[in-house]
C-alpha cells in the first residue's frame, strides 16, 4: 500500500493489532520493571548521542575523521562537566563549613569569662526595649536561659553533622560522576555507529522528498528540547535575579542587589531540573537572607514560592509545550508520570522522551496503517423479482355476467 507521492505504507494485520501489539506492550513492561537500569542507562546514552551527533558532524565538515570527532566532543562535554560539578560542589562544602562556625562561634563560651555573642544580642534587644518605653518586655532572663540551653546541647555537634552531611552529598555526586561512565561508554558505541543505523533506515523507510529522515528528525526534536530548556532557565533564572535585586535596592533583602546576578545564574542552573530547580535554587538566598537579616528571609521565601508556582502551572507548561510542539496537558501530564516511575530522574528524562516520541510518532504514521476492523465484504445486490403475468383465459371460456 502506498501513500500518494510519499513511501509505501505496511499495513498492519487485525490479528497481529489483537495478538502482537498487546504481548509487544507486555513484554516492554516486564523488561521496564525488571531490568529498568539496564534501560535506563540505554535510553539515556541513546538521548546522548542523539544530542551530540550535530556537533560531530560539525566537525566532520571540516574533514575530521568522525572517531576523532567523537573524542574531541565527549572530552569537551567531560572537561566542563567535572569543572561545573567540581567547582559546585568545593563552594557547597565551603560555605556550609564556613556557616556552621559562625553558628557555632555565635552559640560557644569564648576563652575567658565573657558573654557569647548570643549573650551580647540578648542584652542589646533588652536595651533597646527599654530605650523605647518597652520595659515591660523583660526577655533578658528567657533569652539567656534559651542561649544555655542550645549550648548545654552542643550546637557544634550538630553543625559537624551538617557538615558530615554536605561532605557526604558531594562523595555521592563524585560516586555517580563515576557510574555516569557506563552511560558515556554506551554512548560512545551508540554515536560511532549511528550513520550506519541511518543509512540502513533510509533504506528500509526512505524519507519523502523534502522530508527529513528520522534520525535528523529525532535530533531536531531534541534540539528544540535544549532550546525550550534554555528559554525556561533564562526566565526563571532572570525572574529571581530581578526580584532579588529589587529586594536588595529596597532594603528587604540587604546586599541582594550586588549578589542578584549570582543567585539569579545559580537558580538558571538549577532550573534543568523540573519542579524540584525552583527549590533547590532557592537554598543560597535563603541562608543568605537568615545570616543577613532574618525578617528578609520571609520576603525571599515568598518570593520563591511565588516563582515555583508559576514555573511548575504556567510557564513550564507553556514554553516546553511550544518548543516540543506539544500540548501543555501532555507536558504536566509526562512530568508527573516520569516522577511517579523512576523519581527524580524519570521527570528529568520525560520531556526528552516526549520530544522522541513525537518525532517517531510523526515518522511512523507516514509508514504505517492499521488494517480496520469493520466489515469489508462488498454488499450482495438486492434483485427484485418481477412478478409473472397470469395467463389471459379464452373469451368463450370467461363467464357469462351480465347476461
Known sequence: MRAAGGPPRIEIPRWVQL????????????????????VVVFVVAALLALLLDPLVRALQRVRLPRGLSVAIVYLSFLA??????????????????????RVDDYFTRPAGRLPTPADRDVDRLQGWLDAHHLRQLRVERKGHRLVQQIRRKDVGRYT??????????????????FEAVLVLVVSIYMLLALPRLARRLDRRFPPRAGSPPLIPRLESALAGY???????????GGSAGLGLWIFGLTGLLPGGDRYALLFGAWVALTEVVPYVGPWAGAVPPLVYAVFVHPVAAIWVAILFLCIHQLEGHVVAPNVMGSALRLNPLLVIFGLLVGGEIYGLGGALLALPLLAAGRAGWEFS???????????????????????????????????????
Open 365 to 403: 504514521s507516514e509508514r504505517f496503517a492499521l488494517e480496520p476492523w469493520g466489515a469489508r465484504a462488498a454488499a450482495v445486490p438486492v434483485v427484485e423479482l418481477e412478478e409473472e403475468p397470469e395467463p389471459e383465459q379464452p373469451l368463450e371460456a370467461a363467464p357469462l355476467r351480465n347476461l
Open 80 to 101: 566542563a562537566l567535572a569543572v561545573t560539578v567540581g567547582a559546585l560542589g568545593t563552594v557547597a562544602v565551603d560555605q556550609t563549613r564556613t556557616a556552621a562556625n
Open 19 to 38: 495478538v502482537g501489539l498487546p504481548l509487544l506492550a507486555l513484554l516492554a513492561w516486564v523488561l521496564a520493571t525488571t531490568a529498568y537500569h539496564v
Open 160 to 177: 559537624s553533622k551538617v557538615v558530615s552531611f554536605v561532605e557526604g552529598a558531594a562523595i555521592s555526586i563524585g560516586k555517580t560522576i
Open 226 to 236: 535544549v532550546r525550550g530548556q534554555a528559554l525556561l532557565s533564562l526566565i526563571i
